[in-house]
């Protein structure tokens, strides 16, 4: 069964801080997606990964995964409030004929002035 | 922009009580996902569609929950008789098969079972 775990749970960070957020995960694959939820909203797609070695980023996020380490990061630069929201990563796992998206536990990313 | 629909936004009930939430995905879009989060945590995914077809229904309670994608476009899924545990956001997504595989997210239904 794939297992998605992300540290931390909650960050708290205040802003123009740096800090990135870790999602491990336990069987291969070779996809990841990053999403954004905010209070009682549902989830923006933010990135999506496809290779060892992939890096994407979008103003103060950059996304990176190394599939052989079964890890990837979200790496947050000089934050700011309006960065706070839950991060989830999520994996695909093949079975069959479907693709299956199985989510981290998410972190909740609190940014104060 | 193209959006996945979903209603009603909150649903409040009574538990033995029968529910049903409906979905329109993107147009043209032929997968479509139902999920469920429980506060704090991250979705789950109940039930995935290709068309009208199931393809992946192992994580649904299927002697409650039911789903319906009758015509290959929009969607149903049914609780009944609804229990105090299922209190949760039902989620809505869709996808096309290209753009890298990406889900896109209704905006849910919040279900409060009492």
């Known amino acids: 069964e794939l297992k998605v775990e992300q540290n931390p749970l909650f960050l708290s960070m205040q802003e123009g801080k740096n800090y990135t957020i870790y999602c491990n995960y336990s069987t291969t694959s070779d996809r990841l997606y990053w999403y954004r939820q905010d209070p009682g909203k549902s989830l923006e797609s933010l990135f999506v990964?496809?290779?060892?070695?992939a890096v994407k980023q979008e103003g103060r996020l950059m996304a990176s995964l190394d599939t052989k380490a079964r890890l990837s990061t979200l790496h947050i630069t000089a934050a700011v409030h309006d960065l706070s929201a839950t991060y989830f990563c999520a994996v695909v796992r093949y079975t069959g004929t479907a693709s299956k998206l199985t989510f981290g536990t998410g972190t909740r990313l609190q940014v104060t002035l | 922009e193209a959006e996945v629909a979903q209603s009603p936004r909150y649903k409040i009930t009574e538990k033995s009580q029968a529910v049903a939430f409906w979905c329109d995905p993107i147009s043209g879009h032929a997968t479509l996902y139902w999920y469920r989060q429980i506060l704090g945590q991250g979705p789950e995914l109940l039930v995935q569609f290709q068309d009208e077809s199931v393809v992946d229904d192992s994580q649904l309670p299927k002697d409650r929950f039911s789903a319906e994608r009758l015509k290959g476009v929009d969607s149903t899924l049914k609780i009944q008789p609804a229990e105090l545990g299922d209190s949760a956001m039902y989620l809505c997504a869709s996808s096309s098969g290209q753009s890298r595989g990406i889900q896109y997210f209704g905006a849910g239904t919040r279900l409060s079972v009492l």
């Open positions: 990964l496809l290779s060892n070695g």
